[in-house]
C-alpha cells in the first residue's frame, strides 16, 4: 500500500461509524494522514427521499462516498460494518458492501 495522506471517513451515528472514527484518528496519526468526514443518511426527513448531503450530492449512498473519496483525492476509505439501516443481524451493510466492491481506493471496514 502507499501512503496515506488523506481519509475520508463516512459517518452516520451509529455506534460501528463511531468505531471507524476511532480507527481512523488513529491511522491519521501514526501515517500523519488529514481526515476528512462526511455525513451519511438514508433519509434526511420524511418528505425527502435522499441519501447522503455533502454539499449538494444526493444520490445512493456508495456511489456518492466513492465520489467523495475521489474528489477529495482520498487514499483510503474508513467506515463502519453496518449503519442504522433496518437490517440488524447482516454481518455487513449493503452500503459497506457496495463501496468495497466499487472503490477504486481500498476500503476498511469496522466493526
Request: with cysteine; proline share 5%; net charge neutral.
Amino acid at each position: 500500500m502507499s501512503k496515506i495522506n488523506k481519509i475520508l471517513v463516512p459517518v452516520d451515528g451509529s455506534d460501528n461509524a463511531c468505531k471507524a472514527v476511532d480507527q481512523a484518528i488513529s491511522l491519521a496519526e501514526k501515517a500523519g494522514a488529514s481526515l476528512e468526514f462526511v455525513y451519511v443518511s438514508s433519509h434526511i426527513n420524511e418528505h425527502i427521499p435522499s441519501d447522503i448531503i455533502f454539499d449538494r450530492i444526493w444520490e445512493k449512498l456508495p456511489k456518492a462516498i466513492i465520489r467523495v473519496a475521489q474528489e477529495t483525492n482520498s487514499d483510503i476509505i474508513i467506515m463502519g460494518s453496518r449503519g442504522l439501516g433496518i437490517f440488524k443481524g447482516a454481518l455487513i451493510g449493503s452500503v459497506s458492501q457496495k463501496v468495497i466492491e466499487d472503490s477504486p481506493v481500498p476500503v476498511m471496514v469496522v466493526k
